[in-house]
């Protein structure tokens, strides 16, 4: 009988699953939003809420037992600091699974999951807008100089006549 082992296995040794699920559970904590298998996603289903319950706790005991199981002091921080506080009127089910049909190369069913509680992704950071610019600007002054090229032709021809 199988009382009690609720383990999916996803055809990983214990060794390599527990790394695989910690990795995206903290991806999920960082991009607030993940594309994976359906299997996966129920698999770091519970994981994440488990991590949500401890960032809620907040103690040094919590953030030490998330750290020792997402080896990742960045993923913690954020837990902590906004993951948690974001669901903290929820009292379980942090994360929703959406499917998306299936993945063209191997017909695996995709699905994406994410907070229910999502904190609002920041936008672009000021300094990628200029980046934006100043790539723009180049190709203004090679139309400049193309322009500039041809008026200067135009002008050499009649002085030739």
């Keep these: 009988m199988r009382h009690g082992r609720k383990t999916i296995k996803l055809q990983r040794r214990q060794d390599h699953r527990n790394a695989l699920l910690s990795n995206l ?3 999920l904590i960082e991009h607030k939003q993940i594309k994976t298998t359906v299997a996966k996603a129920k698999a770091i289903r ?3 809420d488990r991590m949500v319950t401890l960032g809620k706790r907040g103690d040094l005991h919590a953030r030490r037992t ?3 199981y997402l080896h990742s002091k960045d993923s ?3 837990l902590f600091e906004k993951v948690a506080p974001a669901a903290s009127h929820r009292q379980g089910g942090y994360t929703r699974i959406i499917k998306l049909g299936q993945r063209p190369s191997d017909s695996a069913p995709m699905a994406f999951i ?3 509680d999502s904190v609002t992704i920041e936008p672009a950071t000021p300094a990628a807008e200029p ?3 100043a790539a723009a600007e180049p190709v203004a002054e090679k139309k400049t100089k193309t322009a ?3 008026a200067k032709a135009v002008e050499a021809e009649p002085a030739a006549e």
């Design 25 to 27: 559970v903290c991806s």
């Design 46 to 48: 519970p994981f994440a």
């Design 66 to 68: 998330a750290i020792g």
């Design 76 to 78: 913690v921080k954020e």
């Design 114 to 116: 994410e907070w229910v």
């Design 131 to 133: 980046a934006v610019e």
């Design 148 to 150: 500039k090229a041809k």
